[in-house]
């Protein structure tokens, strides 16, 4: 017990069990809250505020009007919905698929020399003159009640920003389905952070703003390639409130292969370490509440914690794994391949597999409940195996490379 | 800021945490509880062959039948193995156990011998020694070999020993047989075999091996003779 390795062990162990506790009071907390959102949606909204949706372009001729089509068929008043899409310098086709909607009456189209996304979104708010702004991926779709769901928590003066439930669009391969439950657990964790006010993130796939923020702090910044982490966190630095809407579902294209989904998590990950070294007076701090005392030091330490667990798991299978292909290539496989007796004996109950049993229990009942929260009803899919099998062994290599990345201050790019 | 849910939150981490050290330990005694079972059993086989061999001198030889000496060894080495390389277990019980498991194995071997030379059957076991002290790959793999061969031949009989154990009998074990540091070490007919053998090699090299009936040979005698009878 006293080696330093395994006192870091227990620790994190510890930590990442009191957080899923956590979780799952706040759940039991929340659960009448969750009701009276369902209610609240199911009513409708009570006024229809005028929205623009900014959709920023960077070379996304594939998708671009796939998403540009599911806003237009959002079910709320044409006369108060607007879309600007901006083409930042593209230089595939995007511009042209965007000019096929130039006569749409509910739609401008702006071009200008690439410079970042927020760059892109900025000119979109500042050609915006409706009550909400909202933004939208190029690499993503609304649902048709997608700002139906939302807009009703305008209602209370105090919420600034609404933040959507993002789901993953058809999943075709394990890596892809591994991320669908994965992003399900996002969505848990997303109502969850909102009951506690300490969303960190309004992502860029569809969070809708009241446009008077933006004069009021400003647009967005270029921030580690994660502007919408670095929004979220000003906005929560100044006591603005950001809600979650686990009804308003949100698609987006997730990447296919290992390489662009490390890609994108180390970019993640990156803007997530270096916003905090910018909104480091946040931690820690009382006044900030859970956000401040809680979450984000939570969210830190797990960067760190993460890859150490995920290490122990796969060096332990890994000398599991070898030292039976070792004892196969010594002694031959014996006799009939009939399955040894089961014997309790040999099964392992040291204390952390006993706590890794514990905390796999308790990861499961989140899955239900984020299951049945995302999509309404549980039903057991492949992506929840996937999920457990692949998903703690892969986390760790874009941990590890932010990390890397931060401290000799490397270079991340968008692709 | 709520922090009652903090607290409530840590005293229930902190519940599962103790239920998991307490089950752990709870565990891991019933563990050793049933290794001491079975060495407690192996103790009364040998008492009870060593008896049976002592009333020899008034009977034959024939009198002694397959179940003559402990069948209960190899599992129990097996288990105390196990128990040696997992966290969790006491070290001093674990220690306690290996010391005797090591006592009654030459008390075995002892016998074996005795018996081989009074009926004059071929002797049919290996004194193998291992090192736990450094790390000695080479002796992992011939555990795996030992375990091969002794489930071919259910009757060979291996007796493993901590080369470096501090336990006087085994001390003199190891100077009747002189025997050297260079593990794994391997006596068979009294011959020294150092470094790690494959299956194939001792099949070959040891011709008391060649003499047992494998598993097979012996699961389809047992299901022959019935209609002999």
Redesign the interface.
Known sequence: MAEPQTFVLYSSL?IS??FE??LL??YL?VRGDIKRDNEMIAKGPSRYPSTTVIVPCFNEEKTVEATIKSILDLDYPKDKLKLVLVDDGSIDGTLSVLNKFKNHPQINITTKENGGKHSAVNLGISMADSELISCLDADSFVTPDTLRNMVPYFDDESIMAVTPSIKVFEPENILQSMQKNEYRWGIFLRRMLSSMGALYVTPGPFSVFRSKIFKELGGFKYAHLTEDMEMALRLQKNRYRIVNSHNAHVYTVTPKRLRGLIKQRVRWTYGFINNIIDYRDLIFN?RY??IG??ILPLAIFSIFYTPFLAGNLLAKTGSDAW?TV??IM???I??DFSMPSFDW??I????????AV?TLALTLVIIYLSIKLADGKFRLDRSVFYYLAFYSLIVPLWLTKAVFDTIFRRKVTWR | MDSRKYLIAFVITAAIFGTAIFLSNTLADKKIENVRDIENKVALDILSSETQFALLAETSCRDIGPGFLSKELGPLGERLSYAENQSGFNEEDVDSLKRSYFLLEIKDYLLMKRLTEKCRITPTFILYFYSSKERCEDCERMGYVLTALRDKYPDLRVYSFDYDYDLGALQTLKSIYKVKSELPALIINGEPYYGFRSVEELEKNVPALKLLETAEEKALRASTTPREN
């Open positions: 510890f069990l009191f506790v956590f009071i706040t907390e009382k509440g859970h005392l809680f030292k070792d004892r010594t002694a031959g014996n006799g004996y040999f392992n109950t040291g204390v952390v597999s006993l706590l514990g």
